[in-house]
């Protein structure tokens, strides 16, 4: 009797591995996948950001941009190259650590020597990497800051560019969460298009 209760309480596991199985490990993946995909499609699939047909990024993930004529956005902290998406993360580095230091004045540096005529403050999201590593945002402040330099490798006006920092900066989510922000990947897509009209 004790054999066969062991072996009912083992079919009855069984039967409800079986059945959690099926309806966890694919009922509502596929149930969740199908909903996202009808009512967000965009975000279900990555935020890709096309241009014609081909795939620019993702508005979700930063790009290493260090032409003179293109905004930059973030630091990236991740390894073995910037914007890892497989190797997101921050540097951990706390505010009393010399390697902080030493990379904010790196990043500093190559920011002065980009536009050494720009004498004023540069915005903190432009010499310290997120917790992420990826940001793909940055301030509409340091948009602005990198508003000469970027005219003038465009051979465009400062207004011209500040015009695309104003159409392109996204507000706090629903007014109350977040501060504003501009995708510096949309931005420069739009100023290469706008370099393209302006020939």
């Known amino acids: ?8 309480e083992s079919w009855n596991a069984v039967k409800i591995l079986a059945a959690l199985t099926i309806l966890l490990g694919f009922a509502y993946p596929l149930a969740v996948t199908l909903a996202a995909r009808t ?3 965009a975000k279900a699939t990555g935020s890709l950001i ?5 795939v620019q990024g993702s508005a979700l993930i930063g790009q290493d941009f260090k032409n003179p004529k293109y905004f930059w956005g973030r630091p990236s902290a991740t390894s073995p190259y910037p914007y890892d998406a497989e190797a997101s993360g921050a540097s951990n580095l706390g505010p009393n650590n010399p390697a902080l230091w030493d990379a904010v004045k790196a990043r ?6 980009a536009d050494p005529t720009q004498s004023g403050l540069i915005p903190a999201d432009l010499a310290t990497a997120s917790a992420s590593g990826l940001d793909p945002d940055i301030s509409p402040e340091a948009a602005r800051y990198q508003v000469a330099r970027v005219a003038k490798a465009r ?11 104003k159409t392109h900066t ?7 969460w977040g ?3 501009v995708n510096v990947l949309e931005l420069n ?3 290469d298009a706008l370099a393209k009209r302006a020939r």
């Open 1 to 8: 009797m004790k054999i066969e209760g062991l072996v009912q």
């Open 39 to 41: 009512w967000f499609p």
């Open 50 to 54: 096309v241009v014609g047909s081909r």
């Open 108 to 113: 500093v540096a190559a920011l002065r020597a």
């Open 155 to 165: 051979e465009l006006t400062q207004s011209q560019v500040a015009a695309l920092i």
């Open 170 to 176: 996204a507000g706090p989510l629903l007014g109350l």
């Open 179 to 181: 501060r504003p922000r």
């Open 189 to 191: 897509l739009a100023l």
